[in-house]
């Protein structure tokens, strides 16, 4: 069974940082593309930033030069640098993970999100 436990989130001022950390466990092959979404209520999930399995970064406009993601893929763990917070960012994060099971069979999964509420 595969999981993404996710963790870093909380409640910080505006201007403040976070980190948020997103670890993959169970058996598979290898991890693809990971993933950090945020929502808010009333409104569909939306992409923040994503990194490929060779590092290479995809950010949403809003958190470009904000927000820092990373992987360490011997620790098959993702993590997502908030610094420069503002009220706007406030949301549930979720982890997003691509991952090949074995052989060519690969799935989405999913951590159980982590809030994150910046307070102006």
């Known amino acids: 069974q595969v999981q993404l436990v996710e963790s870093g989130g909380g409640l910080v001022q505006a201007g403040g940082s976070l980190r948020l950390s997103c670890a993959a466990s169970?058996?598979?092959?290898?991890?693809?593309?990971m993933a950090w979404y945020r929502q808010v209520p009333g409104k569909s999930r939306e992409l923040v930033a994503g990194?490929?399995?060779?590092?290479?970064?995809t950010y949403v406009d809003s958190v470009k030069g904000r927000f820092t993601v990373s992987r360490d893929n011997t620790k098959n763990t993702a993590y997502l640098q908030m610094n420069s917070l503002k009220p706007e960012d406030t949301a549930v994060y979720y982890c997003?993970?691509?991952?090949?099971?074995?052989?060519?069979?690969?799935?989405?999964?999913w951590g159980q999100g982590t809030q994150v509420t910046v307070s102006s």
């Open positions: 997003n993970a691509r991952i090949n099971l074995f052989g060519s069979v690969v799935n989405d999964y």
């Open positions: 990194i490929s399995s060779g590092g290479r970064t």
């Open positions: 169970g058996r598979f092959r290898s991890i693809n593309d």
